[in-house]
């Protein structure tokens, strides 16, 4: 079992950065594949970033590619998501996801989910 709780999240300027955290429980969590996804009103939710459980792999959307940057530090029980440039189509719910040993890019194989953070980006 793992639990998730995602922060910082907040109102920023286009342009600018935010880190989101993930601070997850349990003993095994560098057993497990880390995902970000994203939610805006009205759209499905979308893959964003995400991580291998060693951490030697990670894969990104092509919207953020280049922009935001996924990383862990498994002695902090901790994924984070550095987002630089920040441009109003990045606004969402900001979601952190594990997957047990495999990386995914696929909401549908992520076992346990965070409550989202929100991110909002004025123009």
């Known amino acids: 079992q793992v639990q998730l709780l995602e922060s910082g999240g907040g109102l920023v300027q286009a342009g600018g950065s935010l880190r989101l955290s993930c601070a997850a429980s349990?003993?095994?969590?560098?057993?497990?594949?880390m995902g970000w996804f994203r939610q805006a009103p009205g759209k499905e939710r979308e893959f964003v970033a995400a991580?291998?459980?060693?951490?030697?792999?990670?894969y990104y959307a092509d919207s953020v590619k280049g922009r935001f940057t996924i990383s862990r530090d498994n002695a902090k029980n901790t994924v984070y998501l550095q987002m630089n440039s920040l441009k109003p189509e990045d606004a969402a719910v900001y979601y952190c996801?594990?997957?047990?040993?495999?990386?995914?890019?696929?909401?549908?194989?992520?076992?346990?989910w965070g409550q989202g953070t929100q991110v909002t980006v004025s123009s």
């Open positions: 996801a594990a997957s047990y040993l495999h990386t995914y890019t696929s909401s549908v194989y992520y076992s346990y």
């Open positions: 991580i291998s459980w060693s951490d030697s792999n990670t």
């Open positions: 349990g003993r095994t969590f560098s057993s497990y594949a």
